[in-house]
């Protein structure tokens, strides 16, 4: 129920009951089978590809900048859990890079964030 009357209703448009040509206009059948394209303009496959390389890409390297930090750590006189910590934050932006490239995009973002703050910890104890 919306208030309007029936007689209000421009002609083409379909109200909320109605199961025929809802949302597809006359003489349009195959628009159903088209790719949606955003408001922008961009296909959502190639949306979901650029996320997949950049938690992918992020995570390698965010991965190698905590193993290279771990190395440097460890060689120095600094506590044994600070290389521990870059290497633990590594391991885990590792399996952030792993989860980008098979799509699990969000979780790999969450997981990236948590590898920082563990790398971060462990700049906190030197």
């Known amino acids: 129920m919306n ?4 007689s209000e209703t421009p002609p083409g448009i379909a109200e909320e009951g ?14 159903e089978s088209a790719p949606v394209i955003d408001d922008d303009g961009e296909d959502p496959a190639e949306v979901a590809r650029r996320a997949r390389w950049t938690a992918s890409g992020s ?11 771990s190395l440097l750590r460890l060689t120095g006189s600094s506590p044994a859990l600070v290389p521990a910590a870059y290497a633990l934050g ?4 590792a399996l952030a890079a792993a989860l980008g490239a098979r799509g699990h ?3 790999a973002l969450w997981l990236l964030i948590a590898g920082v703050m563990v790398m971060a910890l462990g700049d906190q104890f030197d």
């Not at 590594?90 to 932006?93: D, P, Q, R, T």
Request: hydrophobic residues 45%; contains cysteine.
């Open 3 to 6: 208030g309007r009357a029936d």
């Open 90 to 93: 590594a391991a885990v932006c």
């Open 18 to 31: 109605d199961v025929e040509g809802a949302g597809v206009p006359e003489g349009d059948e195959d628009a």
């Open 105 to 107: 995009t969000r979780r």
């Open 59 to 69: 995570g390698a390297l965010l991965t190698l900048a905590g193993l290279a930090a």
